[in-house]
């Protein structure tokens, strides 16, 4: 039998079978229904799971997002620790975890990937300070997104906006988005006088550029 997510819950009444779009199972069940009630209802259910299988065009297959998984913090591993179970999703980093509790994939997906924003607005929020005074400008405002092909820009009106992946990488990569993304409010370009001042501000952000590029290619959550 293709492997499940069990969820229990008081409030539920009746069983139900949810399936990812990347092919996970999970049956969501009233708190007291017996293990052989569940084999039951997924048996009878096989026939739509194969069908809703093919149509999604997923083979079985490990999903990546699963509890143990090691995600990075900057410069720490942080493993993730899932729980699925119902209620309203909550995130906690305790000792090296990363414990995420929520009803589903989906659920917990969007929790870590809030809680990685809110993470990654402070920090970048603190390395602005520290950099800023090195370039000379500051910027009018910071903006969080989930870029799909862009770490980092830097608005006509000043605004810069960052990647809340750069959470994943090391600390030192962030750094330079945010050194890069700064000197941008100087020069608005990539013509030599930007590298230029970007060199000024860090010597060693060629190294750290083409560092950066490489592992974009691979990055995901």
């Excluded at 493993?79 to 995420?100: E, I, N």
């Excluded at 607005?121 to 910027?139: D, E, N, S």
């Amino acid at each position: 039998m293709r492997a499940y997510a069990l969820v229990r819950s008081r409030k539920r009444r009746t069983l139900c079978l949810q399936i990812s779009p990347s092919g996970a199972l999970r049956v969501l069940v009233p708190a007291a229904t017996r293990q052989a009630d569940v084999e039951a209802f997924l048996k009878a259910k096989t026939p739509w799971i194969e069908r809703t299988l093919k149509r999604l065009g997923e083979a079985p297959r490990p999903d990546p997002f699963a509890d143990g998984l090691t995600l990075r913090h900057l410069d720490e591993p942080i493993v993730l620790r899932l729980q699925y179970r119902a209620g309203p999703p909550s995130v906690r980093r305790d000792d090296g975890m990363l414990r995420v509790a929520a009803t589903d994939e989906e659920a917990a997906r969007a929790a870590v990937e809030l809680w990685y924003r809110e993470a990654a607005r402070h920090h970048a929020l603190a390395r602005i300070i520290y950099f800023a005074p090195l370039v000379g400008r500051t910027p009018k405002q910071i903006r969080i997104g989930g870029q799909k092909t862009r770490w980092g820009s830097c608005s006509a009106r000043g605004t810069i906006s960052l990647n809340w992946r750069l959470m994943l990488v090391p600390a030192a990569l962030f750094d330079y988005v945010i050194a890069h993304e700064l000197c941008h409010l100087i020069a608005p370009h990539h013509k030599p006088s930007f590298w230029r001042e970007l060199a000024r501000v860090m010597p060693d952000y060629e190294a750290r550029r083409l560092t950066l590029r490489d592992l974009g290619a691979s990055l995901s959550l």
